[in-house]
């Protein structure tokens, strides 16, 4: 939060200081921030309707491309780590007789019960699997630092704002 804690008992403070004020919650007030170097204004200079509106559907763009890459990588990573729960799936209801008997060269060496215990211990192995593919993709978000890419809309509203890429990666994941 930018600002300054003000003191609210400091009876010396001028009329020209409170009007600068803004209140916060109850007993804080902050000062504003300082003004950006460009026009003046706080933020920056607002950009016209139609500005706005190119930026902000380029700043949608933008952020639709990031979440395209986060669902990429979303599936990847559950594809990878939920591989060999599948494969057990895949075997086990492929070979049993009473789903598909298929005449494929894995179903020789697998009766009915080996294929129900493949299609109860890859139910099994499922939930750690997908417990540990969750875990994964977090600490790949955090490690990557793709959720810092989201860039918020107000930025289509004043000029010189750019694409902030600062911050701190703890206040998203």
């Known amino acids: 939060m930018c600002g300054v804690d003000v003191d609210l008992d400091d009876e010396g ?37 139609c500005g706005c509106v190119a930026c902000g559907a380029g700043l949608l763009l ?3 491309g990031v979440a395209l890459v986060c669902f990429l990588l979303l599936v990847g990573v559950f594809a990878l780590v939920l591989l060999p729960a599948s494969l057990l ?43 540990l593919a969750a875990a994964l993709f977090c600490g ?4 990557l630092r793709v959720l810092l890419l989201f860039q918020p809309l107000t930025h289509a509203w004043y000029r ?7 911050g701190n990666i703890r206040a998203w994941v």
């Open 89 to 131: 799936l895949y075997a086990g209801f492929l070979c049993h007789s009473r789903v598909l008997d298929s005449a494929s060269p894995i179903c020789r060496y697998l009766d009915d019960n080996s294929c129900s215990a493949l299609i109860i211990l890859g139910f099994v192995m499922m939930s750690p699997l997908v417990v």
């Open 13 to 49: 403070s001028n009329d020209e200081e409170k009007e600068d004020e803004f209140c916060v919650a109850e007993g804080v007030k902050m000062l504003h921030p300082p003004t950006a170097h460009s026009e003046g204004v706080v933020w920056g200079s607002l950009r016209g309707k």
């Open 140 to 143: 790949l978000l955090r490690r």
């Open 160 to 166: 010189g704002q750019g694409l902030n890429w600062g």
């Open 62 to 64: 933008w952020n639709a």
